[in-house]
């Protein structure tokens, strides 16, 4: 079964430090916060498995015909929010020019099945998968478009996802920006398609 719903906007403040609130704080501030920018990047929440599959980790499957160029869809995996963004040709051009603001540009560290280890760390380069918890202490990071007013990061921003926890900034490869709190990449989960238009999470073969 597969619907959509609108999560609330996480809470503000530091990362909690009870394990289990900073996960439901995790989950629901992935949702909550890329809402928050949904005029850029519109958000599909889907939670495609049953209780008893999920807390089983399964792997899930995930239709994204219906996810729209730039729009980015949440599905949960083995309790985690897992981000589906369909980047369009500005998002993949703002790839490049900042690597040497990256602390792991080529994705040396194994962040990402080997099929991801590439320039877009993904499968397809217009499709980015990627596990919406940060490196650091599990926060959920916010999606920041390219040209944000918002003050977390400079003006030469090239879009992609700030956490607002301790300042962590990845880019829309989720690869993160030197000097920051974060010591890796944001994590590719294994997943493969099933179909064009149709994804398996959790499971590469
Ligand atoms: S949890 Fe500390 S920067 Fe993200």
Redesign the pocket.
């Known amino acids: 079964m597969e619907h959509t719903t609108t999560l609330p906007l996480p809470p503000t403040g530091s990362?909690p430090d009870d394990p289990d609130r900073r996960f439901w704080l995790a989950a629901t501030g992935a949702a909550g916060a890329v809402a928050a920018t949904a005029t850029a990047i519109p958000l599909v929440s889907s939670f495609a498995p049953s209780e008893r599959a999920r807390a089983m980790g399964a792997a899930v499957e995930v239709d994204i015909s219906d996810l729209p160029p730039g729009g980015m869809k949440t599905v949960e995996w083995r309790g985690k929010p897992v981000w589906i963004l369909r980047r369009t040709p500005e998002m993949l051009a703002a790839l490049k020019g900042h690597e040497g603001q990256l602390a792991d540009p080529e994705s040396a560290k194994d962040q990402q099945p080997e099929a991801a280890r590439n320039a877009t760390r993904s499968l397809r380069p217009e499709v980015f998968v990627a596990i919406g918890i940060?490196t650091?202490?599990?926060?959920s990071?916010t999606a920041l478009p390219a040209g944000t007013a918002n003050p977390s990061v400079g003006s030469d921003w090239p879009g992609g996802f700030f956490?607002p926890?301790?300042?962590?900034t990845f880019d829309l490869a989720g690869r993160v920006f030197k000097n920051?709190?974060?010591p890796t990449n944001l994590e590719i989960p294994p997943h493969a398609y099933l179909a064009d238009q149709r994804l398996r999470i959790g499971d590469a073969s």
């Open positions: 990362a940060c650091h202490l599990g926060c990071p956490c926890c301790h300042g962590s920051k709190p974060a």
